[in-house]
Structures are given as C-alpha cells and as structure tokens.
C-alpha cells in the first residue's frame, strides 16, 4: 500500500491518503513551466474535493508510483451501472420480462422485439 503525505489548501491539514484515492490530471503540455499536473483527493480534514497544482517531478513521481491519470476524453465501454436514456421500467414491464425468461422460446421473441411496446407473452 502507496501513501502520499499531502497538505490540503484549505484546512491546511496534512493527509495521508493511499495512491488510489488521488486523481491526477494534465493540464498543461509545456515542459517549461513548473505546474502543469493537478492532483486531486478528498482531504481527511475537512472532507472536501482539493484540487493543487503540482510540477512535473511531482506528477512524474505519482504515476510511476501507480497513481490514476484522468483522461479527457474517456474511450472506454459503458457500464451497466450508467443509466441509458428512455422511460423507466414500471412493475409491470419487470412482471412481463420475468415471464418472457420463463418460456423455451425467450430469445427468439426477444430477437423480433420492435423498439415499441409490444405483447412478448
């Protein structure tokens, strides 16, 4: 288990929170310039989001060590806990899909499912 020593901007307390629990962004490109990372945690002492500039070295050392990049643009496959748009499932719709996974033939009625409400019974 990582820990990182980090101090808060607001409370000014000193937290000690695991490596997964920091969210590193880039914002900058330009090696130059001292900030172009942010890190980000929830502070063990007032239990608010912070978010710090931090410099290069500093970034550097956080992902070598394990700690997430947040990526702008996220490529990754929805999950099944992201709600999908469309009218929500009443009582009855759960009764009727129960019933339909209760027949032999449940998939080939599901396959000639149109996008509308229909009888599956």
Known sequence: ???VRIKCTRCLTTSMPELDALLVEVVG?????????????????CSSLVSCPIDWSDFLNLVSAGAL???????????????????AWRPDDLLDLHTLLSSPDWFDKLQGASDTATDLG
């Open 1 to 3: 288990m990582t820990v």
């Open 29 to 45: 490109v330009d090696v130059e310039e001292n900030t172009g990372a942010i890190v980000n945690w929830v502070c063990a002492g």
């Open 69 to 87: 990049v947040v990526d702008e643009e996220d490529t990754r496959p929805l999950h099944p806990e992201f709600a999908v748009d469309g009218p």
